[in-house]
């Protein structure tokens, strides 16, 4: 089955950890939500699909200002919070499907995306299927991390931790997973090959609060995340905390909270 690993993924642990702390989470993320927003700048009357939009913060997020938002993912613990949280909200709808391959009406105005379009095995397959769902003149904002490098948030605590695993060789930098879409030229490509034209990056930098303190921001990397698992494998785990907790002390600022950089491409394509 397609996307197998994935779908498997965010219906079990990662799902239901994410849809715990869906606050948190999006908090964390607001920063760089309210430029994607802004650049969708979705007008009145306008219809849009929210890809993988897992706990539907964005999704609501448009609603409220009456657009009419369909929200795809395939998440039931994550869909469970979104139909909680969008209780009283008009014009808000969620389908559980895999967007990759769901059936769609060509009545998008805008095929939106947080962070919700690096999953798929197949991304032309995907897009070209996404791109079926927006009308003629349709249009695509993104919102994708761009190399783990220039997300010092993951690359510096990963850095500490990475001392204490067994190396097994590099991994493939386009497998799916959160950093799949930091190559532009291989977005651009894949977009291309779906049918999309006027293909544009925006650069955005910022900062991510990723606690209020860093005792707190290591008990979140450790409980959630692809450096959760990794401290689980860890050699020495107690070291390797250790490791994470030096990397955390050293961005805390004045008010006592965790800011590290964080790097997106904001994406933007359209259908002829
Ligand atoms: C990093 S989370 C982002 C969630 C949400 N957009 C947000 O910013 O809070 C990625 C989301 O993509 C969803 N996803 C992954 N593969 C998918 C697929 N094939 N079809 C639909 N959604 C998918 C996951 O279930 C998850 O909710």
Redesign the pocket.
Known sequence: MA?EE??EA?NGSM?EK?AERQDR??AL?EPL?RLALEHANVGAGEVVLD?????G??SIAMAAKGRSVTG????AP?FAAARERARGVDNVSFVE????RVALEPVGDVLF????VM??DDPVAAFTNLRSGLKPGGRVCLLVWRSLMENEWMAQPLGAIMAFIESRGAPNPRAPG?FAFADKDYVAELLAKAGFVDIGFEEIDGKLELGSSAADAVREFSEMGPLASLLEQANERDKAVAAVQEVMAAHVDDDGAVRMGAACWIVSASVA
């Open positions: 996307n994935q779908i965010w799902g994410w989470m999006d993320l939500s890809i993988g939009c897992g706990c913060a964005t795809y993912d395939i998440s994550m499907a895999d967007a990759s995306s947080r962070f919700g999953f798929f959160p």
